[in-house]
Structures are given as structure tokens and as C-alpha cells.
């Protein structure tokens, strides 16, 4: 690109962001004409008070399933796996309880988050066969939705499925995998799947807030189960994470011309899609490991990643040859993603993000038709009307809401974008706005509540819940 970065300047800002947003710490890299620049600002643990560095390591948290992605499609390459072969032609034994699910569900079902199976895997303990027991265990796992109905973002399951899949085809566990296939040709040191093979040294340091008074504190979980490992697992630096993203914007090439994987594979990757129900907040479309985002007119590639305390951002944008990577050890709420991420972005003359949508007050809605109990495991919302409007409310696990401070019950005012997309503002001064669908009307009531990429069935109507 011909703009160059300010980096005192955009280190500054950051710097400025880290303190309004009590992050402790941000690395950020922007891979840009295929060249890389580096910042860090703060502390990688508030304990020590060591300061972060370009060479700190971070949790990618739900970024992992993008490098699963890329793996997955080496053997798809190689001929070795189809996108659209039942899992069971190398799984035969796969099953969950709806018969027609475990006939014909696909790779592809996976990796766009159509698959429907709920998270119901126990726990499958920290061995080397942790993800044949995942398989095992989904036996009676129902459906949340049909097959290939609607996106649902699947945390860990649809991931570890994949890994199993891989695993199978190649002899070899999936950490192994990964590294022989992904970071060994990437040539990346320091990224690894495997948490006890990560350079303390090195590591960032995991923080959670409770309240603006008490500030940062340290996570309570170093890191994630390894049932997470493919959805979750990966650690690696800002530098890394680019690195990675340059198969994308180069064809499946590595930053020195190794070829890891076919131009036709990348282009599967990002031109296999689905629609996603609440289209604000992260994207419109689901690819395979990828969100699509749609900056106005420009095509964008994301993904997102969350463990108990750390939190990864990528964004790549092909029209400026362009992915900017931030890794953080604390929030980053969505405000602080979208101020740091436009600082650099309109510093390099590149698409930036663009805000919300405003609510449309004026909109006349049937107000019944949302009402309703939508569920999941382990996740619970109730949508009433009240004085002409909707109101959700959203009820926390006891361990959480204690932990967090919180009431185990928290409502929030629904503000209507079109008779499907709302708003959904806070009062605390911790969160920022967020969105939600609901949508597939059937019988005069909706189907499903879909926010933060997961989708809640509708269990039952709140008059029936209330009687």
C-alpha cells in the first residue's frame, strides 16, 4: 500500500485505548505488501508488571479454528478428504441421535457451522485420545437445529470432529498434525497447539474485569480443557498470526514462496458460504474457518477468539493486500477492537469498520411472535414484551454471575433494526452494544434467537412458561 503506518502514533493511541478499556496488555502486527510491522504496548501480567513484547505469546482462543481449517484442507488437497463426504466414510462408527444427522453430515457442515449437533460431550478428559472420546460420547448429542437448516456457531465440538477426521486419515494425533503440516511449513516457532509446550517465559498472563473500582484481575483458568484444542487451543504471537493469514491473501503460499496450499483451496475456503442470521456484529456470512465481513462493498476475512481472559482479533482484506492481527490479555471489548483496528486501518488508506446500525423506532411489530423461551445447553433467554417494546433476559450460571459480580438474571432493552435484527444497548458501563436475530417465523412465532454466533431454538412460549 502506498500509505505508511505511523507507528509512535498508532502505539500511542493504543496505549491511550489499553487504559480507557483496562486492557493490561495488545500486540498488534499488520502484514501489509507483504511486509510486516510490529507493536506491543503494557504488561503481559499486572502481577509482575513484565511488560509485553512483540515475541509475547497469547491464547488465539476460536482464531484456532482457522489454522484447524487451513490443516483440514491440506488433506482435502491431497485427495485424502472430501468437504462433502459423510463423516462417516472415515468416522464409520460417527453417531448423535437423529439418524438422518449421522448419515450425511459433511465436513463442510462443520467448518461453516451448519451442522446442528449440540455440545453434549461430558468430559472427555486431557488425553492423547481426547477427541476419539469426544466422538464417542455424542452418541445421543440432539440436534439444536436440522442439518444444514441455519448457522450456529459451534465452540468446540464441530473442530474436535474435524481433528478426529484428520487424526484417522494421517495416524497421528492432532497437535502432531498441526505442527507437521501447519506451523513446521509456516515456519513458525512459537505457536503451538499443546499450552505445556508454551515458553512461560513468554506468556501472557490472562485477565478478567469485574467492576471499573476493582480493575483487572488475573483469570481464574490458565487455559482452556483440550477438548477446545482445534476450536480453541492455539497460542502464537501477533507476528505468527499473520504469517498465517499470508496463505490467504497469497494463494496458499508462505511469506518465502512455499506453497502449503492450492490457490483452489484457498478459494474454497473463502467462497464456500453461509448466510449468518444477526449479520452486525461479525460478519454476513460464514466460510470454511472464516468469517466474511462486508465493509461497505469490501469483502473482508475474519476471525474472533476468546479464552478465560485472553482474546484474539484477525482481520484480512484482500482488495489492500492487507491483515492486521491483535492479540490481547484482558477484554477487548468490540469498542476497543474497532478504535484500534480503524486507527490503522484508515492510517493505511484501507476499508475500515463500520459502526452498528441505527434502530428503526418506527417499526410496527407483532410483538407475540418474539415472546419465548430460547435455549441451549448450558444458555438460557427470555424475550417478553413490555410497555410496547421487547425485552430480553439473559440468566447466568450461578458460578459465573458469583465469580463476575452479577445478578444471575441480567435484562436488556431489544431495539429494533427490521422485523428480524435488533440492538441490544447495556447499562453497564463493561459492555458495549451488541446484536441479535430472531427470525424463522413459523405458526406466527419465531424459531430462533441468534446472537454472538449462537443460535437458541425456541423451547416454548412464555405464556406456557409462566402458567
Same mark, same amino acid.
Given at each position: 500500500?502506498?500509505?505508511?503506518?505511523?507507528?509512535?502514533?498508532?502505539?500511542?493511541?493504543?496505549?491511550?485505548?489499553?487504559?480507557?478499556?483496562?486492557?493490561?496488555?495488545?500486540?498488534?502486527?499488520?502484514?501489509?505488501?507483504?511486509?510486516?510491522?510490529?507493536?506491543?504496548?503494557?504488561?503481559?501480567?499486572?502481577?509482575?508488571?513484565?511488560?509485553?513484547?512483540?515475541?509475547?505469546?497469547?491464547?488465539?482462543?476460536?482464531?484456532?479454528?482457522?489454522?484447524?481449517?487451513?490443516?483440514?484442507?491440506?488433506?482435502?488437497?491431497?485427495?485424502?478428504?472430501?468437504?462433502?463426504?459423510?463423516?462417516?466414510?472415515?468416522?464409520?462408527?460417527?453417531?448423535?441421535?437423529?439418524?438422518?444427522?449421522?448419515?450425511?453430515?459433511?465436513?463442510?457442515?462443520?467448518?461453516?457451522?451448519?451442522?446442528?449437533?449440540?455440545?453434549?460431550?461430558?468430559?472427555?478428559?486431557?488425553?492423547?485420545?481426547?477427541?476419539?472420546?469426544?466422538?464417542?460420547?455424542?452418541?445421543?448429542?440432539?440436534?439444536?437445529?436440522?442439518?444444514?437448516?441455519?448457522?450456529?456457531?459451534?465452540?468446540?465440538?464441530?473442530?474436535?470432529?474435524?481433528?478426529?477426521?484428520?487424526?484417522?486419515?494421517?495416524?497421528?494425533?492432532?497437535?502432531?498434525?498441526?505442527?507437521?503440516?501447519?506451523?513446521?511449513?509456516?515456519?513458525?516457532?512459537?505457536?503451538?497447539?499443546?499450552?505445556?509446550?508454551?515458553?512461560?517465559?513468554?506468556?501472557?498472563?490472562?485477565?478478567?474485569?469485574?467492576?471499573?473500582?476493582?480493575?483487572?484481575?488475573?483469570?481464574?483458568?490458565?487455559?482452556?480443557?483440550?477438548?477446545?484444542?482445534?476450536?480453541?487451543?492455539?497460542?502464537?504471537?501477533?507476528?505468527?498470526?499473520?504469517?498465517?493469514?499470508?496463505?490467504?491473501?497469497?494463494?496458499?503460499?508462505?511469506?518465502?514462496?512455499?506453497?502449503?496450499?492450492?490457490?483452489?483451496?484457498?478459494?474454497?475456503?473463502?467462497?464456500?458460504?453461509?448466510?449468518?442470521?444477526?449479520?452486525?456484529?461479525?460478519?454476513?456470512?460464514?466460510?470454511?474457518?472464516?468469517?466474511?465481513?462486508?465493509?461497505?462493498?469490501?469483502?473482508?476475512?475474519?476471525? +474472533? @477468539?476468546?479464552?478465560?481472559?485472553? *482474546?484474539?482479533?484477525? %482481520? $484480512?482484506? =484482500?482488495?489492500?493486500?492487507?491483515?492486521? /492481527?491483535? #492479540?490481547?490479555?484482558?477484554?477487548?471489548?468490540?469498542?476497543?477492537?474497532?478504535?484500534?483496528?480503524?486507527?490503522?486501518?484508515?492510517?493505511?488508506?484501507?476499508?475500515?469498520?463500520?459502526?452498528?446500525?441505527?434502530?428503526?423506532?418506527?417499526?410496527?411489530?407483532?410483538?407475540?411472535?418474539?415472546?419465548?423461551?430460547?435455549?441451549?445447553?448450558?444458555?438460557?433467554?427470555?424475550?417478553?414484551?413490555?410497555?410496547?417494546?421487547?425485552?430480553?433476559?439473559?440468566?447466568?450460571?450461578?458460578?459465573?454471575?458469583?465469580?463476575?459480580?452479577?445478578?444471575?438474571?441480567?435484562?436488556?432493552?431489544?431495539?429494533?433494526?427490521?422485523?428480524?435484527?435488533?440492538?441490544?444497548?447495556?447499562?453497564?458501563?463493561?459492555?458495549?452494544?451488541?446484536?441479535?436475530?430472531?427470525?424463522?417465523?413459523? +405458526? @406466527?412465532?419465531?424459531?430462533?434467537? *441468534?446472537?454472538?454466533? %449462537? $443460535?437458541? =431454538?425456541?423451547?416454548?412460549?412464555?405464556? /406456557?412458561? #409462566?402458567?
Amino acid at each position: 500500500m502506498a500509505e505508511e503506518l505511523d507507528m509512535a502514533r498508532i502505539k500511542a493511541r493504543t496505549a491511550e485505548l489499553l487504559a480507557e478499556y483496562h486492557v493490561p496488555s495488545a500486540a498488534i502486527a499488520v502484514l501489509a505488501d507483504g511486509e510486516i510491522t510490529e507493536l506491543a504496548v503494557g504488561v503481559k501480567d499486572l502481577t509482575t508488571r513484565e511488560p509485553a513484547t512483540t515475541d509475547t505469546i497469547y491464547q488465539c482462543g476460536s482464531l484456532s479454528k482457522t489454522w484447524t481449517a487451513l490443516a483440514f484442507m491440506r488433506f482435502v488437497d491431497e485427495g485424502k478428504a472430501g468437504l462433502d463426504e459423510p463423516v462417516r466414510t472415515y468416522l464409520p462408527g460417527f453417531a448423535v441421535a437423529d439418524p438422518g444427522v449421522s448419515a450425511k453430515v459433511t465436513p463442510r457442515h462443520l467448518l461453516n457451522h451448519t451442522n446442528g449437533i449440540e455440545e453434549d460431550f461430558g468430559d472427555p478428559g486431557e488425553g492423547d485420545d481426547v477427541y476419539e472420546r469426544m466422538v464417542a460420547a455424542i452418541a445421543g448429542a440432539r440436534q439444536v437445529h436440522p442439518l444444514g437448516h441455519t448457522h450456529g456457531y459451534s465452540a468446540a465440538l464441530g473442530y474436535a470432529v474435524l481433528a478426529r477426521v484428520m487424526e484417522v486419515i494421517d495416524g497421528k494425533n492432532w497437535d502432531e498434525i498441526m505442527k507437521n503440516r501447519l506451523f513446521d511449513p509456516l515456519g513458525l516457532t512459537s505457536t503451538t497447539s499443546r499450552h505445556d509446550l508454551v515458553d512461560q517465559d513468554r506468556a501472557a498472563t490472562g485477565h478478567l474485569i469485574r467492576s471499573l473500582g476493582e480493575g483487572p484481575i488475573v483469570s481464574p483458568l490458565g487455559h482452556l480443557p483440550r477438548s477446545y484444542g482445534p476450536g480453541g487451543n492455539i497460542t502464537s504471537t501477533a507476528r505468527e498470526v499473520v504469517l498465517m493469514a499470508h496463505l490467504l491473501l497469497d494463494q496458499g503460499r508462505t511469506a518465502n514462496g512455499t506453497r502449503v496450499l492450492s490457490a483452489e483451496a484457498v478459494r474454497e475456503m473463502t467462497g464456500s458460504r453461509v448466510p449468518v442470521p444477526d449479520p452486525y456484529m461479525f460478519g454476513p456470512e460464514w466460510a470454511l474457518g472464516l468469517i466474511v465481513c462486508d465493509w461497505n462493498g469490501r469483502t473482508v476475512y475474519a476471525h +474472533d @477468539g476468546s479464552t478465560v481472559g485472553q *482474546h484474539a482479533r484477525l %482481520r $484480512v482484506l =484482500p482488495d489492500s493486500n492487507l491483515a492486521v /492481527a491483535m #492479540l490481547a490479555n484482558g477484554g477487548p471489548r468490540d469498542g476497543f477492537y474497532r478504535k484500534v483496528f480503524n486507527e490503522i486501518l484508515a492510517g493505511l488508506g484501507a476499508a475500515t469498520i463500520p459502526d452498528l446500525p441505527e434502530p428503526d423506532l418506527t417499526l410496527k411489530l407483532d410483538l407475540p411472535a418474539y415472546e419465548g423461551v430460547y435455549e441451549r445447553l448450558g444458555t438460557r433467554y427470555e424475550v417478553t414484551a413490555e410497555d410496547g417494546g421487547l425485552r430480553l433476559t439473559l440468566a447466568l450460571n450461578p458460578f459465573e454471575a458469583q465469580y463476575l459480580g452479577k445478578p444471575d438474571r441480567i435484562t436488556y432493552e431489544l431495539l429494533p433494526i427490521s422485523d428480524t435484527h435488533f440492538l441490544m444497548p447495556s447499562d453497564d458501563p463493561l459492555e458495549d452494544t451488541q446484536t441479535v436475530a430472531i427470525y424463522d417465523f413459523a +405458526d @406466527g412465532a419465531a424459531r430462533y434467537l *441468534h446472537t454472538n454466533c %449462537r $443460535v437458541n =431454538p425456541r423451547v416454548e412460549g412464555m405464556a /406456557a412458561y #409462566l402458567r
